[in-house]
């Protein structure tokens, strides 16, 4: 298998204040990440593609401006959260793909904003 | 568009008991099909796949049969055990990348 790693597993913050999770590839290259959420009760669902070196290409719905993605290298794709508020608060998880193919995930980090 | 309905927990059974998870789709195509396990503190694990009709995943004891007549990729194990409570997802995917899931169900097993 392959090894992906979610920083932090959980985090507290106060409404209007923004939040980095990072999502690292530990002994493999990815050229391209996925960002998912999940609420209460319902789905993971896809928020985001993170390309290397490119813009993330966002789901329909999701605001690109309050979440923030950056994949400046082949290991490390953040997701930060701008100016969150309480209904941000959410799980969310990251993938990273192996040899364009095969996606290993994080362990997910559970935000909760109040 | 796709989807996965997955059957809602929490599951609660006795070590040694019989497990199934339900777990249907809609589709457009013939995408894979999968089941992937989190255990606490880790992340989402692939547990099984299946590509194609008839299919049928395995590992760890766990079996999954990929039904296209019924859309449904139901989760079995014969005898759990207290080492496979987790959360489990089932997902579909075209790509093998991007995936769509389910709600998850949690599974505890009691001794």
């Known amino acids: 298998g392959a090894v992906v790693s979610q920083h932090p597993s959980w985090v507290i913050c106060k409404s209007g204040t923004s939040v980095k999770i990072e999502c690292r590839s530990l002994?493999?290259?990815?050229?391209?990440m996925f960002w998912y959420r999940q609420f209460p009760k319902q789905s993971l669902m896809l928020m985001a593609t993170?390309?290397?070196?490119?813009?993330?290409?966002?789901e329909q719905g999701v605001e690109k401006d309050k979440f923030l993605i950056n994949h400046a290298s082949l290991t490390l794709s953040t997701l930060t959260v701008t100016s969150a508020h309480p209904e941000d608060s959410s799980f969310y998880i990251c993938s990273a793909l192996k040899g364009g193919t095969e996606a290993f995930f994080g362990q997910g980090t559970r935000l909760t904003v109040v | 568009g796709d989807s996965v309905t997955q059957m809602e927990g929490p599951v609660t059974l006795s070590e040694e008991a019989f497990l199934t998870i339900n777990c249907t789709y809609t589709?457009?195509?013939?995408?894979?099909l999968f089941w992937y396990v989190q255990y606490p503190g880790e992340g989402l694990q692939l547990l099984l796949k299946?590509?194609?009709?008839?299919d049928k995943g395995s590992n760890k004891g766990f079996e999954a049969t990929y039904r296209k007549e019924t859309t449904s990729f139901h989760l079995e194990k014969g005898s759990v055990q207290v080492s496979d409570s987790a959360v489990y997802f089932c997902a579909l995917s075209h790509t093998g990348n991007q995936f769509y899931f389910g709600t998850g169900t949690s599974l505890t097993v009691i001794p």
């Open positions: 002994d493999f290259q990815a050229t391209t």
């Open positions: 993170s390309n290397e070196g490119s813009k993330a290409t966002y």
């Open positions: 589709a457009t195509g013939y995408p894979s």
């Open positions: 299946a590509t194609k009709a008839d």
